[in-house]
């Protein structure tokens, strides 16, 4: 199995960061603490929510990178 996160802008258009390679994860706990350690970059670069693929299907997603809102 291949894991891989599709990243998206708000309308879930792909978004390409070029100053990060596409990465690729042999489990899912690595893809999420991965995405753990990377999301306020992600979303300095214009990523607003990401989909988890596992060989190209689908496990969960889109998923919002935004903090939610404590008003």
Known sequence: MTWTWQLESADGALVVVRELAKESFGSQGD???????H???LLKAGVDQVTLLDDGRVEYGPMSLHPESTD
């Open 31 to 37: 893809a999420e603490s991965w995405l753990g350690e």
């Open 39 to 41: 999301w306020p970059s």
